[in-house]
Structure formats: structure tokens, C-alpha cells
């Protein structure tokens, strides 16, 4: 159990809809980060938040936002869904006072946009 | 945009062989890391290498920092089934800030009956 939780763990929705997804970081780290594995693909940095300000963004779609709350738990806001979100959505995060480049993985939550 | 290779893509073996992979970049990195995914759960964190040439152990995985900074190694000694799954090595390449992970294109380990 790396500390860091995602919810929900699974989440069917249809084309044009809207989800959240939520996580929760280890117990003091300030850093989240959100990552997209498709089918058969690695892993692709999304999107960084270091409490509470954007720190780094990758290859996030502009229907895609995220925000980190004041209790540095983040959400993950996918809209305008397509047949290609369909993925695991990883958060991650890390000890900026410590090692920053170690970043803990949450179980993630599997995306099924039908 | 940036890309970590690994190699090789797929490996087949049988319990208690040895497992040498390695992960390969055009960039330089300051940091490696090599996670290992189970199907359908979140990558974990096996090792950390932080320096040119280090070799670091976490039980019967040795890792080690290649000199040139542009490659690392993962070996496995004496396999057992609990090492299948996809291996994966990372790190924040210099030039695309450091925090940033890159991933690499991972190694499916597969253990024969």
C-alpha cells in the first residue's frame, strides 16, 4: 500500500459526459500528479500540482483540468468525454523535502467512456 | 516528445533463472527509478538511483545507473512467480524539468510452469 488513494475505482460513463476523478497523497507530500495509460501504452504525464499551484503540465487535453485543494487532496475533471479516454488514470505523489523524484502510485481508477 | 526504450520488450523464463533488462535515452538523466505494475494496479517503486555508476540492491534486484547517464540496468536473481508483471524505468530527463517523469516503454516479464 503505496498511501496515496483514488476513487472510485472504476467508472463507466458514456460519450460527451463529464467525470471527476479524485486522490488523496501520502501524508505530507505536497506534490500530486496525474498520469494517463492507455491500452497497450505506458504511462503519460498529465498534469503536476505542488500545494495547491500547477507546477507542470505534459500532454493534457484541454477538456481536462485538475485542481489541488488547500487539504492537497486533488481531483482530476475529464469532459466532452470520447471513446479514446478510456484508461487508467494514475495519481502520484512525492516529498518535496525529500526525494521529489520518487513518486508513490495510487491504484488508480479505470475510465470506461462507452 | 521525449522517449525512454526498454528492452527487451518481452521476456519468457523459467522460475529461478535470472532476468537482466535495461532502459536506454538520447537525454541525460540525474535520476533513475524502476517501478513494477501489476495487472491492473499502480505502478510501485523497486529502486532509486541518483548517481553515475551506482549500483543499488533491494532484495534480489540490483540496479545500476549507467555511466554515460543515458542508460540504467535492472537485474533479477533467481526469479520467482511473484516477479511476473510489467517493469518500467523512469526518470525526469534534465532538459524537461525535474520532477517530471518520463516513462519508459516497459518489459513483460512472463515466468514458463
Known amino acids: 500500500d503505496s498511501g496515496v488513494t483514488q476513487t472510485p475505482k472504476h467508472l463507466i460513463t458514456a460519450t460527451g459526459q463529464r467525470v471527476t476523478l479524485r486522490c488523496s497523497p501520502r501524508s505530507g507530500d505536497l506534490s500530486v500528479y496525474w498520469y494517463q495509460q492507455s491500452l497497450d501504452q505506458g504511462l503519460q504525464f498529465l498534469i503536476q500540482y505542488y500545494n495547491g499551484e500547477e507546477r507542470a503540465k505534459g500532454n493534457i487535453l484541454e477538456r481536462f483540468s485538475a485542481q489541488q485543494f488547500p487539504d492537497l487532496h486533488s481531483e482530476l475533471n475529464l469532459s466532452s468525454l470520447e471513446l479514446g479516454d478510456s484508461a487508467l488514470y494514475f495519481c502520484?505523489?512525492?516529498?518535496?523535502?525529500?526525494?521529489?523524484?520518487?513518486?508513490?502510485f495510487g491504484p488508480g481508477t479505470r475510465l470506461t467512456v462507452l | 516528445g521525449q522517449q525512454l526504450n526498454q528492452s527487451p520488450q518481452s521476456m519468457f523464463i523459467q522460475e529461478g533463472e535470472d532476468v537482466s533488462m535495461n532502459c536506454t535515452s538520447s537525454?541525460?538523466?540525474?535520476?533513475w527509478l524502476w517501478y513494477k505494475q501489476d495487472p491492473g494496479e499502480g505502478p510501485v517503486l523497486l529502486i532509486a538511483l541518483y548517481k553515475a555508476g551506482e549500483l543499488t540492491s533491494n532484495g534480489r534486484l540490483t540496479a545500476q545507473f549507467g555511466i554515460t547517464r543515458k542508460d540504467s540496468f535492472l537485474n533479477i536473481s533467481a526469479s520467482i512467480p511473484s516477479d511476473v508483471g510489467i517493469y518500467f524505468c523512469a526518470g525526469p530527463p534534465v532538459n524537461f524539468g525535474n520532477e517530471k517523469l518520463t516513462f519508459g516503454t516497459g518489459t513483460r516479464l512472463t515466468i514458463i510452469p
Open positions: 537525454s541525460i538523466f540525474n535520476t
Open positions: 502520484a505523489s512525492s516529498d518535496r523535502q525529500g526525494r521529489d523524484n520518487e513518486q508513490f
